[in-house]
């Protein structure tokens, strides 16, 4: 059974950071990709950022380029989200998602096997 277990959200002022985790278990982690996607209150779930199943490729929605980094440790079976400079509509529910290491769609939704239950993160002073 596949299981994705995000953890590390929280309520964190504007300009302020944190780290968000997703422990996978029960798939064979170093032959999936990995994503991270956000959704808020009213709104469509949208992508954030993905990784490559070596680690090697990185990829990030606009919004959050140069605030967000995604990273993974195969040996640990975790994919890491570090923010940094939060804004409030960076306010959401962040998921973890895995996709099979073949499929090259990283931004969307519908190339994700897996899914975890969401952290919630509010950004609000």
């Known amino acids: 059974q596949v299981q994705l277990v995000e953890s590390g959200g929280g309520l964190v002022q504007p300009g302020g950071s944190l780290t968000l985790s997703c422990a996978a278990s029960?798939?064979?982690?170093?032959?999936?990709?990995m994503g991270w996607f956000r959704q808020a209150p009213g709104k469509e779930r949208e992508f954030v950022a993905a990784?490559?199943?070596?680690?090697?490729?990185?990829y990030y929605t606009n919004s959050v380029k140069g605030r967000f980094t995604i990273s993974r440790d195969n040996s640990k079976n975790t994919v890491s989200l570090q923010m940094n400079s939060l804004k409030p509509e960076d306010t959401a529910v962040y998921y973890c998602?895995?996709?099979?290491?073949?499929?090259?769609?990283?931004?969307?939704?519908?190339?994700?096997?897996?899914w975890g239950q969401g952290t919630q993160v509010t950004v609000s002073s």
């Open positions: 990784i490559s199943w070596t680690g090697d490729s990185t």
């Open positions: 029960g798939l064979t982690f170093s032959s999936y990709g």
């Open positions: 998602a895995a996709r099979d290491r073949r499929n090259i769609l990283v931004m969307t939704m519908k190339s994700y096997d897996y």
